[in-house]
C-alpha cells in the first residue's frame, strides 16, 4: 500500500483513540512530518488531501476550485477528526494540476495554509498553492544567484494625446545590451505584475533563458496601467478590451519612443505584443488590428467574453501575418472561447500554437508557460530539451526520500527513568523497547527488526515526552 492510503488510514484510525494524550501525540507527530516534507496538502495519483491543525468549529477550504466560495454543490468542508484539533478533506484533480486556495476557519476568518509553504501572489495578495503529483514548477522562474541579470530602466511617463492622459512604461534591456543592436521588442500589458518576481516574473525567465542560451535577446516594453499620480487607480478595465485609442497610443505613440531610444529592430516581424485576461483579449485585438506594427502575438486566458466580436474580426477578415501563441487554464478559465478562437485560428491556416493545463485564472499558470512562449517566439535553434523530471511533488516520492531509522539516541543530563515505546500508524503499541532508570550520559537504542514502513516511538524522560514518526527500510 502506497503510504498516502497508509497516513490517510492512520489518520482516522488514531482519530477513535480512547486515550486523548496519546492520540494528541501521535496525531501531532504525524502532521510535524508531513509539514515537514512539504506533503501538505497529501497527494497521490488525482486525490489531494487537504490536513489543518488548529482550533476551530468549522473548516473550509476554498479556492480555485469552487471559485472562491461562488460556486455551489462542491464540498469544501473539512471533517473533525474524533476530539482532536485535526481537519481533513478530501478532492479529486487532475494529476498535473496547480491550484490557489485559502482556509475559511468557522465561516469568517480567511487563513493561508499554516503547513503549507508554497504561495502564489496576485492583485489581491498571497494564497496557498496545491501541487498535484504530476505539476512541475516552471524553474527558470526561479533567480539564480549566478545568473548575469538585464537592467531596468527608469520609469517613462508618456503623455498620450489618444488617451488623454499619462502613462508609466518601463523597459528591460538583456545583460550585455551595450554590445547589442537590432533586438526583437516584446511590449507587455499589466506589467508592474509581469515583472513582478513573485507574478510574471518574466525578467527572471528572461534572464535565466539568455544565460542557458535558449532564447535571443529581446527588449521588454512593461506598460503599466496603473496612474502614475495614483497607483490605487487601475485603468486595464477601460484600456485593454477592444480600445482603438488604446491601441493608438501604442502603435502611434509608445512604439515610435522605444525605436528612438533603444536599439530595435523595428520591423513588425521582430515585435510581439503579450497579454492575459482582458490583456490577452487586448492582444488579440491588436493583431486583428495592428499587425502592420505587432506580428507575434502572446495571448493568456483571454476573456473573449468582453469581446465577442473578436471572432468575427478573426474569421472574417484574410489571413493575417500573424505567430500567435494562446493559453489558457481548464478549471474555471477561458479554455471554452480559446478553444473556440483555436478553431478559427486552424481554419485560417495561421501560425500558431495553443497550451491547456490544468489550472485557473492566476499568475502561478501564467508564469508556468512563459517559458514555453518566449521559446516559440524567440526560440534559438540549439535551445536544448528539458530532462525528465521526478514527481516532486507526489507524497508518497516524499515520504519514501524520509531517511530510515535504525536507532533512537538521546542524552540525559542527570540519572533518569527512561520508557521508550513503538506504535504502528493505527496507533497500537507493538513493542517497549526500554524502562528502567539510566545514568547521565549519551545513549544509544536499537530498533528491532521491522517490516519495511512507517512508525512512530515515544521517547519519555522523566516528565518529558518525545513523539516521533520513523521510516524503516
Request: glycine share 6%.
Amino acid at each position: 500500500m502506497e503510504f498516502y492510503e497508509l497516513i490517510k488510514e492512520s489518520l482516522l484510525a488514531l482519530s477513535h483513540l480512547a486515550s486523548a494524550s496519546l492520540q494528541q501525540h501521535l496525531l501531532g507527530a504525524l502532521w510535524e512530518t508531513l509539514r515537514s516534507a512539504h506533503s501538505i496538502p497529501m497527494t497521490s495519483g488525482e486525490e489531494a488531501l487537504f490536513i489543518y491543525l488548529g482550533h476551530a468549529n468549522t473548516v473550509h477550504w476554498h479556492g480555485d476550485y469552487n471559485q472562491w466560495g461562488w460556486q455551489k454543490g462542491i464540498s469544501t468542508a473539512g471533517k473533525q477528526l474524533g476530539k482532536s484539533h485535526l481537519w481533513i478533506l478530501e478532492k479529486v484533480f487532475p494529476a498535473d494540476a496547480r491550484l490557489d486556495y485559502k482556509l475559511l476557519l468557522n465561516e469568517h476568518e480567511w487563513l493561508l495554509d499554516p503547513a503549507n509553504p508554497y504561495r502564489c501572489k496576485s492583485g489581491f495578495g498571497h494564497s496557498s498553492e496545491l501541487r498535484m503529483p504530476r505539476y512541475h514548477y516552471p524553474l527558470s522562474s526561479l533567480r539564480r544567484p549566478d545568473t548575469p541579470r538585464g537592467t531596468m530602466s527608469e520609469t517613462f511617463r508618456l503623455q498620450s494625446r489618444y488617451l488623454g492622459y499619462a502613462v508609466a512604461l518601463t523597459v528591460y534591456a538583456p545583460f550585455g545590451y551595450e554590445r547589442l543592436s537590432h533586438l526583437p521588442t516584446l511590449y507587455v500589458t499589466d506589467g508592474h505584475e509581469y515583472a513582478d518576481d513573485e507574478m510574471g516574473a518574466l525578467c527572471v525567465t528572461l534572464d535565466n533563458l539568455l544565460a542557458e542560451r535558449r532564447i535571443e535577446p529581446i527588449l521588454v516594453v512593461f506598460i503599466d496601467p496603473r496612474n502614475p499620480d495614483n497607483p490605487n487607480e487601475n485603468r486595464r478595465l477601460e484600456e485593454y478590451p477592444a480600445n482603438p485609442k488604446f491601441l493608438k497610443f501604442v502603435t502611434k505613440e509608445a512604439v515610435p519612443l522605444i525605436d528612438a531610444l533603444f536599439r530595435t529592430d523595428a520591423q513588425p516581424q521582430s515585435r510581439a505584443f503579450l497579454g492575459t485576461s482582458f490583456g490577452g483579449l487586448c492582444a488579440a485585438y491588436f493583431g486583428a488590428k495592428a499587425s502592420d506594427t505587432f506580428q507575434r502575438i502572446g495571448i493568456q486566458s483571454p476573456s473573449f467574453w468582453k469581446y465577442p466580436e473578436i471572432f468575427e474580426l478573426y474569421e472574417k477578415q484574410p489571413r493575417l501575418p500573424l505567430q500567435i501563441y494562446m493559453s489558457s487554464g481548464t478549471i474555471h478559465d477561458t479554455a471554452q472561447r480559446a478553444r473556440q478562437m483555436r478553431e478559427i485560428l486552424a481554419r485560417k491556416g495561421y501560425d500558431f500554437f495553443y497550451r491547456e493545463t490544468n489550472e485557473s485564472h492566476s499568475w502561478g499558470t501564467w508564469r508556468g508557460v512563459l517559458e514555453e512562449m518566449l521559446l516559440y517566439f524567440f526560440g534559438t535553434p540549439t535551445a536544448p530539451s528539458r530532462p525528465l523530471r521526478q514527481p516532486e511533488h507526489d507524497t508518497n516520492y516524499k515520504l519514501s526520500a524520509l531517511p530510515s531509522t535504525s536507532h533512537i539516541h538521546y542524552a540525559l543530563a542527570h540519572r533518569e527513568k527512561v520508557t521508550i515505546e513503538l506504535y504502528d500508524l493505527c496507533g497500537k503499541e507493538i513493542d517497549r523497547l526500554i524502562c528502567k532508570f539510566q545514568r547521565r550520559g549519551e545513549h544509544t537504542v536499537d530498533l528491532p527488526k521491522l517490516d519495511a514502513g512507517l512508525y512512530f516511538y515515544r521517547l519519555h524522560i522523566g516528565t518529558l515526552c518525545k513523539t516521533q514518526l520513523f521510516r524503516t527500510a
